[in-house]
């Protein structure tokens, strides 16, 4: 397993990680997803700690809190072995304080992930969601107090914007609270949006990249072919409202690619999805989920290897989408593009 710095700080995490949301597996989302318990969630941290994955990935929504008390069970009596990322900040009632990151609602949410997950830290919390309503100074002062509680150890952030993620790194440096060192991105191959503002601005402020859901919510598995309905057992029969949207076309597009660089390589098409991520810059890890040892194999043959220059430009050709503005005229106007003269992750001219 290869290990990367996570963002600007000292701590080293595998390529890969391990996500999980299978475990549980309450409510019509995540059940969809999967419902591994205790004794089928340890024979896949085995596998993984058997591959040297050793980051697990959980949240406090994620089956209402089951999640993290089956992650907690299946690591029990091997807690120096593994490093904890959970997140919190999405609704975990109907309260007025179930939401968001409150010194309130942010104090009670770590308290209760501790016990769920049977530990005294939290190696790596994320913010799973902006708190517009919360002063960004009352969530950061709230973690340095957790930090210096020794109840977290690093703080990270989940599908914040680029002025959202900016502004929370401002106030931290004026103030010498703890950074960001991570945010937890959904990037695929059929997700770009990451590269156009957030992996800039990851770059210039070192903040590592963790990779939500790689396959692109399931849809790059291998199993969606061209002309074909969606094989039985796919959760995108049942959570596909939930994920991230993508043009029937772009993604046949990409599938194609996709066949053929694992015919020349010899590879799964997911182990290549993989590939191309880990080969994206600013990626510390990309998180993996699997229902059942056969999928968690196959995700792990996705590190030992990379893929040719060559077969990364034709995955990007297939994949690649004009972005929004303000990020379009630096792709097509030349004036832009002068004064912008870092290219952007397809190869261009920025």
Not at 36 to 55: F, M, W
Not at 201 to 214: F, H, N, R, T, Y
Not at 221 to 243: C, F, K, M, N
Request: aromatic residues 8%.
């Amino acid at each position: 397993m290869e290990y990367r710095t996570l963002g600007a700080s000292g701590l080293r995490v595998p390529a890969l990680s391990f996500g999980t949301g299978t475990f549980g597996g309450k409510g019509p989302l995540f059940s969809a997803w999967g419902t591994s318990d205790a004794a089928d969630a340890r024979r896949l941290v085995d596998i993984c700690l058997e591959a040297g994955v050793t980051l697990f990935d959980s949240a406090d929504v994620y089956s209402d809190g089951a999640s993290e008390e089956v992650l907690g069970a299946a690591i029990r009596g091997r807690r120096d072995q593994v490093l904890i990322s959970t997140k919190t900040g999405l609704p975990m009632g109907d309260g007025p304080n179930d939401a968001g990151v409150s010194r309130h609602r942010l104090i009670g949410a770590v308290e209760a992930a501790l016990r769920r997950l049977g530990t005294d830290y939290i190696d790596l919390l994320h913010l799973h969601a902006f708190d517009a309503v919360t002063p960004v100074e009352e969530v950061l002062h709230t973690l340095d107090t957790l930090v210096r509680a020794g109840k977290i150890r690093h703080v990270g952030a989940s599908n914040f914007s680029g002025w959202h993620l900016m502004k929370s790194l401002a106030a931290a440096d004026r103030h010498g609270w703890p950074r960001h060192v991570a945010h937890q991105v959904h990037y695929s191959l059929t997700g770009r949006d990451y590269e156009w503002e957030l992996m800039p601005l990851g770059l210039d402020q070192k903040v590592g990249a963790l990779v939500w859901s790689p396959l692109g919510w399931g849809r790059l598995t291998g199993r969606i072919r061209r002309g074909e309905p969606v094989p039985p057992g796919s959760r995108l029969h049942d959570t596909a409202q939930w994920g991230p949207p993508v043009g029937e076309e772009r993604l046949y597009r990409i599938v194609d690619a996709l066949d053929a660089v694992a015919a020349e390589t010899g590879r799964s098409v997911p182990q290549v999805a993989i590939a191309w991520l880990l080969a994206r810059p600013t990626v510390s890890s990309v998180i993996i989920g699997a229902r059942n040892e056969a999928q968690l194999r196959d995700n792990l043959g996705a590190v030992g290897w990379r893929l040719e220059s060559g077969q990364i430009a034709r995955l990007d050709a297939a994949s690649d989408v004009m972005p929004a503005y303000p990020y379009y005229p630096y792709r097509t106007q030349e004036g832009f593009a002068r004064l912008n003269p870092m290219p952007d992750f397809t190869g261009r001219p920025g």
